[in-house]
């Protein structure tokens, strides 16, 4: 019984602790506001940003493995096909670019949520 209490008070300290980070990375959110559109083309960072959050929407709801793409950092055709593949389930435009509607979707449903995150805030464009 005491290590089942320890086991739950390890997990809610973990949680916590994330919560924490969480809120701390998008303290500073306001930094994204603004942030140039990420399009087919582009390469770098931003666009690893994108790809990261393509694929964990992908493995949580979008529709599985067989969407994964690689984290490269580079706008190509695979990452064009998803992106507006998500803008289409989430009734935006599916026109491939990132702006801030489909930027500001991917941030607080893929990105903000996880611990490597919080990191694109500063890169990802979304409207507030």
């Excluded at 300290?13 to 582009?42: D, E, H, M, Q, W």
Aim: proline residues 4%; contains cysteine; glycine residues 14%.
């Amino acid at each position: 019984m005491r290590q089942k209490a320890k086991s739950v008070l390890r997990g809610a300290t973990v949680a916590f602790s994330a919560a924490l980070l969480v809120a701390a990375g998008t303290a500073s959110a306001s930094a994204k506001v603004g942030a140039p559109y990420i399009r087919y083309g582009n390469s770098g960072f931003n666009v690893q940003c994108v790809q990261y959050a393509l694929n964990h929407w992908n493995s949580v709801q979008g529709g599985g493995s067989s969407h994964l793409i690689s984290v490269d950092g580079q706008f190509g055709n695979n990452t064009l096909t998803e992106v507006k593949r998500y803008q289409s389930a989430f009734g935006l435009d599916p026109d491939g670019v990132v702006g801030p509607a489909t930027g500001g979707r991917m941030y607080w449903a893929w990105i903000a949520g996880d611990l490597d995150g919080p990191a694109c805030y500063q890169v990802m464009p979304t409207q507030s």
